[in-house]
């Protein structure tokens, strides 16, 4: 069963930065692409980026785009989330989530395709 402990999340204000971290079970073979989604009160959850199994290929919501970025360190089993620019509509909790894919360079961000969950990090932008 393959495990992600999402970390790093906090208060900041608007404007600030912030870097959440996932660490996950070492995936024993194949593919697997990481995702990070987020959920706000009453709302829906949402994909906000992704990166795929060899680190080449990223995808990132409208909303995040230029603001976000992914990348992942496969010695430390870990993929990070750098958020700058935050805004208050970035609030919500973030989740980690991992799926095997069929191929390396494979990216989604749809939430029916992912397996395994984190327990999810709260994120508040406020000042």
């Known amino acids: 069963q393959l495990q992600l402990v999402e970390s790093g999340g906090g208060l900041v204000q608007p404007g600030g930065s912030l870097r959440l971290s996932c660490a996950h079970s070492?995936?024993?073979?194949?593919?697997?692409?990481i995702a990070w989604f987020r959920q706000a009160p009453g709302k829906e959850r949402e994909g906000v980026s992704c990166?795929?199994?060899?680190?080449?290929?990223?995808d990132y919501s409208d909303s995040v785009k230029g603001r976000f970025t992914i990348s992942r360190d496969n010695v430390k089993n870990t993929v990070y989330l750098q958020m700058n620019s935050l805004k208050p509509e970035d609030t919500a909790v973030y989740y980690c989530?991992?799926?095997?894919?069929?191929?390396?360079?494979?990216?989604?961000?749809?939430?029916?395709?992912?397996?395994?969950w984190g327990q999810g990090t709260q994120v508040t932008v406020s000042s």
């Open positions: 990166i795929s199994s060899d680190d080449g290929s990223t």
């Open positions: 070492e995936f024993t073979w194949g593919y697997y692409a």
């Open positions: 989530a991992a799926t095997q894919v069929p191929e390396a360079s494979y990216v989604s961000m749809f939430t029916d395709e992912y397996d395994y």
